[in-house]
């Protein structure tokens, strides 16, 4: 099994994936890489298909076709379930047990042992600031420490890959900004994140930036070239921009909406992995 956390690797590679939902293609022949040891911002307009492409690289998507490998290995499959971490929008936590009850779950769950289970807990409770809250039941927290604890419990296994969908969201100017300073130590250590947002003045804590519209890539890029190659002084007006240019290629007919932008997009240079995703029809 490779691992693959050092930085300069693959943490994800997708190739040519496409992905159906309600009978329709929502991703379309979608390639991008998200480098090991690094924060990957995913952003894009509501609708675009950021949680669909995550669903695909945690591997509970079905109708998948094409290339998903997640540090080294097919997405979904056995080996990752302890390898990843994934955090969704809803609350992923049992609101009648208390915080520190589910992550003792979580840590069960991720393989833990009893030994190690008590400094694991009190690792993830710390590194999300609900030290004090261990025996609050999450039906009596508020919504940003309830989000927290989704957080924490995707933690509490050390998963090498992080995928967060909209962490932020619903959590104060402080708390977010304490939360981007975790994102960056755990990068720090080695970890790998994929995190998608609405929040643009987020997207310049990431090392890169995936910008997708309409199931496609738009640009694959760093949030200095972002503003360097649209000219625009700020993350917000830069992103409007490259979503406006991509509006108007599509407009003016033959530009494929899933091939990035020229402005600050990478094409892919590498081979596509060999471990192919097939079509399924039931979440796995
Ligand atoms: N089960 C489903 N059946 C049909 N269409 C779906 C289904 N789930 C998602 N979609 C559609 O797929 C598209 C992409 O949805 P997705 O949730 O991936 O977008 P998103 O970029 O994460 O949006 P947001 O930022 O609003 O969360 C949307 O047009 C959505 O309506």
């Given at each position: 099994m490779g691992k693959?956390?050092?930085?300069?690797?693959?943490?994800?590679?997708?190739?040519?994936?496409?992905?159906?939902?309600?009978?329709?293609?929502?991703?379309?022949?979608?390639?991008?890489?998200?480098?090991?040891?690094?924060?990957?911002?995913?952003?894009?307009?509501?609708?675009?298909?950021?949680?669909?492409?995550?669903?695909?690289?945690?591997?509970?998507?079905?109708?998948?076709?094409?290339?998903?490998?997640?540090l080294g290995e097919?997405?979904?499959?056995?080996p990752?379930?302890?390898?990843?971490?994934?955090?969704?929008?809803?609350?992923?936590?049992?609101?009648?047990?208390?915080?520190?009850?589910?992550?003792?779950?979580?840590?069960?769950?991720?393989?833990?042992?009893?030994?190690?289970?008590?400094?694991?807990?009190?690792?993830?409770?710390?590194?999300?600031?609900?030290?004090?809250?261990?025996?609050?039941?999450?039906?009596?927290?508020?919504?940003?420490?309830?989000?927290?604890?989704?957080?924490?419990?995707?933690?509490?296994?050390?998963?090498?890959?992080?995928?967060?969908?909209?962490?932020?969201?619903?959590?104060?100017?402080?708390?977010?900004?304490?939360?981007?300073?975790?994102?960056?130590?755990?990068?720090?250590?080695?970890?790998?994140?994929?995190?998608?947002?609405?929040?643009?003045?987020?997207?310049?804590?990431?090392?890169?930036?995936?910008?997708?519209?309409?199931?496609?890539?738009?640009?694959?890029?760093?949030?200095?070239?972002?503003?360097?190659?649209?000219?625009?002084?700020?993350?917000?007006?830069?992103?409007?921009?490259?979503?406006?240019?991509?509006?108007?290629?599509?407009?003016?007919?033959?530009?494929?909406?899933?091939?990035?932008?020229?402005?600050?997009?990478?094409?892919?240079?590498?081979?596509?992995?060999?471990?192919?995703?097939?079509?399924?029809?039931?979440?796995?």
């Amino acid at each position: 099994m490779g691992k693959n956390s050092e930085a300069g690797t693959a943490a994800v590679r997708v190739a040519g994936l496409r992905v159906v939902r309600g009978g329709r293609a929502i991703i379309s022949g979608f390639d991008v890489d998200v480098p090991a040891g690094s924060v990957v911002g995913l952003l894009g307009p509501s609708g675009s298909g950021k949680t669909t492409l995550m669903r695909a690289i945690v591997g509970v998507q079905d109708k998948v076709s094409g290339t998903v490998e997640v540090l080294g290995e097919p997405a979904g499959s056995a080996p990752l379930r302890r390898r990843v971490g994934y955090v969704t929008q809803d609350a992923s936590v049992y609101a009648d047990l208390t915080v520190a009850q589910n992550l003792d779950y979580f840590a069960t769950l991720a393989g833990i042992s009893p030994r190690r289970r008590r400094e694991a807990v009190a690792g993830a409770v710390s590194t999300v600031d609900l030290g004090g809250h261990e025996k609050q039941r999450v039906r009596t927290l508020s919504g940003g420490e309830r989000s927290r604890v989704s957080l924490a419990a995707a933690l509490v296994g050390d998963p090498e890959l992080l995928v967060l969908d909209e962490p932020t969201v619903g959590l104060d100017p402080v708390l977010r900004r304490d939360l981007w300073a975790t994102f960056r130590q755990l990068a720090a250590s080695g970890k790998s994140l994929l995190v998608s947002s609405h929040v643009m003045d987020e997207a310049t804590q990431c090392d890169r930036l995936l910008l997708m519209r309409e199931g496609g890539l738009v640009a694959d890029t760093t949030p200095a070239e972002l503003l360097e190659t649209t000219g625009a002084p700020d993350a917000e007006r830069a992103f409007l921009a490259l979503i406006e240019q991509a509006r108007s290629d599509a407009r003016a007919g033959g530009a494929d909406p899933a091939a990035p932008a020229s402005t600050g997009a990478a094409p892919r240079t590498d081979p596509a992995p060999a471990a192919v995703v097939p079509e399924e029809e039931g979440p796995r």
